[in-house]
């Protein structure tokens, strides 16, 4: 099996997964997953694809992510992933789309407006 090369985003986030043929390592910007994301609950949406098709230890993973907090990186490598498993079995995709894994969430910070403190909030409002 070749390397196959996707990318997914999710906020600021873009994650490039490189996944080939392996034991289920999987290194994100030169560390392993575990160290990177110390929290249980954000490893999971790493893990979470390998699981619904039922291939924790057979792909290798190389993720180079920038950009966005922790959640927005690991919901941008997961997308990257699935898409990946996608291009080795078509029949995945419906699992995936089950779940809403193969969809990019879209939705990004508003941008603050001008006579504002941030994007809604105003200041207090005096009658008199």
Request: hydrophobic content about 35%; overall charge positive; some cysteine.
């Amino acid at each position: 099996m070749e390397v196959i090369n996707t990318s997914g985003r999710r906020k600021a986030a873009v994650a490039r997964v490189y996944m080939s043929a392996g034991s289920g390592n999987i290194l994100i910007n030169g560390k392993d997953y575990k160290e990177y994301f110390p929290q249980k609950n954000i490893r999971y949406n790493l893990e979470d694809p390998f699981t619904i098709v039922d291939s924790a230890k057979t792909y290798d993973l190389k993720v180079n992510v920038s950009g966005g907090g922790f959640k927005g990186q690991a919901e941008a490598i997961r997308l990257a992933v699935c898409k990946a498993l996608v291009i080795v079995n078509e029949d995945h995709k419906t699992l995936f789309k089950e779940k809403k894994y193969m969809t990019r969430d879209s939705r990004v910070v508003e941008r603050k407006k001008y006579g504002k403190p941030k994007a809604r909030k105003s200041f207090q409002f005096s009658k008199r």
